[in-house]
Nanobody, 125 residues
Framework: QVHLVESGGGLVQPGGSLRLSCAAS????????IAWFRQAPGKEREGVSC????????YYINSVRGRFTISRDNAKNTVYLQMDSLRPEDSAVYYC??????????????????WGQGTQVTVSS
């Protein structure tokens, strides 16, 4: 059973950057497609980005494409989310999760499991 732990969140000014980490234990991430989700107060959980295990292809929702970059370091058993040009609307708790289907269907959260505890990102001046 893979266990995922997110870190790297914090308070940043609009236009700033953060890099989130999703570290795995209990199993290797090499075989898994991993996604980042976020949830703001009063809103549903939203899939943000996904990276495929098979070919390393990355997927993004429109609102973050060009600003966020997902990557993986299999040697460190970690997936990253580099977030640049942050906006107040990016504020949320960010979670990583394992894709059970490998299809990166970000709009179907039930396809994901092994959710971490989340890390808070706050973008404010």
């Amino acid at each position: 059973q893979v266990h995922l732990v997110e870190s790297g969140g914090g308070l940043v000014q609009p236009g700033g950057s953060l890099r989130l980490s999703c570290a795995a234990s209990g199993d290797t991430l090499d075989y898994y497609t991993i996604a980042w989700f976020r949830q703001a107060p009063g809103k549903e959980r939203e899939g943000v980005s996904c990276i495929s295990s098979s070919d390393g292809n990355a997927y993004y929702i429109n609102s973050v494409r060009g600003r966020f970059t997902i990557s993986r370091d299999n040697a460190k058993n970690t997936v990253y989310l580099q977030m640049d040009s942050l906006r107040p609307e990016d504020s949320a708790v960010y979670y990583c999760a394992r894709d059970l289907t490998g299809g990166c269907w970000l709009h179907v959260p039930r396809n994901f499991d092994s959710w971490g505890q989340g890390t808070q990102v706050t973008v404010s001046s």
